[in-house]
């Protein structure tokens, strides 16, 4: 059974970088899905960030392109996501996620983590 | 960018209504559409992919049609744990969703 779970630090100053890091259990990253981001601010409707492929080829949101950044580790079956330049807007819950090639359709989710841009 | 939009906002219904959720995109995205379905706390889940295939696992009571710029999601038979927000998302270009549809019990 595939099982995605996110980890990173929950709170980040403003014009700080997020890192953010997906491990995936019961599916090898190398295995023709691609890995994907979505963000999900409170209250509103979630947004793709990207996605990546395990050879490292992103797939960008292009609102996002000069912000972001993403980044694979097959030896341990992660994948992980840079936020640049944060501020207050970039607060949401933030989860990855799987979908096959360009077909953004998620159907695979992490639980999601919390990351509050707080001074 | 392709927006979507969903109405209505907020619906609702009671055990064993039949409801409608409409999803209407900015510009054609073919049958690039999907649905999910979202509890408190939860990941959205996976329920309709391709605008009306159905998700292995997911009830038949969920169905969803249309193609172009307008989808609609129909729920049959509305059971106690359906009852949560529902979201479309486009994937034709990019991937962009809408704002959620609320499911309320009346």
Redesign the interface.
Known sequence: QVHLQESGPGLVKPSETLSFTCTVSGYSLTTGYYWGWIRQPPG?????LGSVFHTGRPYH???LRTRVSFSVDTSKNQFSLRLYSVTAADTAVY?C?RHPRE?????H????ILATVSS | DIQMTQSPSTLSASVGDRVTITCRASQSISDWLAWYQQKPGKAPKLLIYKASSLESGVSSRFSGRGSGTEFTLTISSLQPDDFATYYCQQYNSYSSFGQGTRLDLK
Do not use: H, M
């Open positions: 509103k409707g979630p947004e793709w949101n292009p609102s989860y996620a077909i953004l359709a998620f159907d989710w992490g639980q999601g």
